[in-house]
């Protein structure tokens, strides 16, 4: 039922992402933040909830900046697998382009840790649009909120920071925060449109 928007989007003939199987992890809840080179460069910032991925398109990427309110547009539900998935996703298909994993680690409720009450507290959060949580990434660390703007039909959300110890005060941006070797930057790299030189007036 969550998944079939997910499912219906696609056609796994053709791309290699996992099909939608409601699937949860063994011990502790999983995020992932996965870097998407589609027609626009966007990061996916997705939280376990019940079997499936919570999703959000971050257009900007996450930051460590308490300041910064990053809009998150709330998507479909994405499959517990696609946690892993990176690759090309077929010109013609749904997001065509290149997906690469950006962070990942297991995140928590802030209240209780305990599994079955943090899925209670972080479900309540999601319901009411005020969904508070702790990351355990490589690079996203500690409390984080998302903040559902009101009065709102597109599913407009914020992504802000908490101020704690792993929260910076300097300018934050995700894009210097790339793997090495990664393949989006390779693509941007070899795709890079050419420079159109100034028609120079001949004279003849
Ligand atoms: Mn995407």
Redesign the pocket.
């Known amino acids: 039922m969550a998944l079939s928007l997910y499912n219906k989007k696609r056609n796994f003939k053709q791309t290699t992402e996992p099909a939608g199987k409601v699937k949860k992890s063994a011990s502790q809840l999983s995020f992932v933040v ?1 870097r ?1 080179k ?1 027609s626009r460069l ?3 910032f997705r939280l376990e909830l019940d079997g499936a991925l919570k999703s959000w ?1 971050v257009p900007k990427g996450p930051s460590l900046n308490p300041q910064d309110k990053r809009l998150a547009m709330m ?1 479909e539900d994405h499959p517990y697998d696609y946690k892993d998935f990176a690759g090309i996703i077929p010109a013609g298909n749904y ?1 065509a382009g290149i ?1 690469e994993i950006w962070d990942e680690g297991t995140y928590n409720d802030i209240e209780n840790s305990e599994r079955k009450i943090a899925e209670k507290n972080l479900r309540a959060g999601l319901k009411s649009g005020d969904l508070k949580f702790q990351l355990f990434g490589k690079k996203l660390k500690g409390e984080f909120a998302l903040i559902k703007l009101k009065n709102n039909e597109d599913n407009s959300w914020l992504l802000i920071k908490h101020n704690d110890k792993y929260a910076t005060h300097d300018e934050y941006n995700s894009e210097a925060y790339t793997k090495i070797n990664s393949p989006i930057n390779k693509w941007l790299e070899e795709n890079k449109k050419p420079v159109k030189k100034k028609s120079s007036s001949k004279r003849p």
């Open positions: 996965q998407h589609a966007h990061y996916d398109a998507v997001g997906v």
